[in-house]
Nanobody, 126 residues
Framework: QVRLDESGGGLVRTGDPLRLSCKFS????????MGWFRQTPEKDREFVAA????????MYADSVRERFTISRDNTKNALYLQKNNLKPEDTAVYCC???????????????????WGQGTQDTVSS
């Protein structure tokens, strides 16, 4: 059973940075690509960023490219999302997600991720 636990969310001001962490319980070899998604009451779940199983490749949504950086440390069973220059429209619940071990490539499609965390609320005030 894969368990994902996010942390690091909170209330920040426009322009501030924030770093999210996602710890996963399953052995690294059983986890494939991972990603971050976000959701608000007004919108469907939205892709933010994803990284390959090795962490050597990544992809981003246009809305966060150049501001957010996804990374993973497989020695610590952790996924990170460094968010810089935050904007009010970045306010959302952020969830990390994982693909099974055979799926090593990142993808923006949420239906391709089988494991999800509970999410952490990030609020950016103007």
């Amino acid at each position: 059973q894969v368990r994902l636990d996010e942390s690091g969310g909170g209330l920040v001001r426009t322009g501030d940075p924030l770093r999210l962490s996602c710890k996963f319980s399953e052995r690294t070899l059983n986890i494939g690509a991972m990603g971050w998604f976000r959701q608000t009451p007004e919108k469907d779940r939205e892709f933010v960023a994803a990284t390959s199983a090795s962490g050597r490749s990544a992809m981003y949504a246009d809305s966060v490219r150049e501001r957010f950086t996804i990374s993973r440390d497989n020695t610590k069973n952790a996924l990170y999302l460094q968010k810089n220059n935050l904007k009010p429209e970045d306010t959302a619940v952020y969830c990390c997600a994982a693909r099974p071990k055979v799926s090593k490539a990142p993808t923006p499609g949420d239906w391709e991720y089988g494991y999800w965390g509970q999410g952490t609320q990030d609020t950016v005030s103007s």
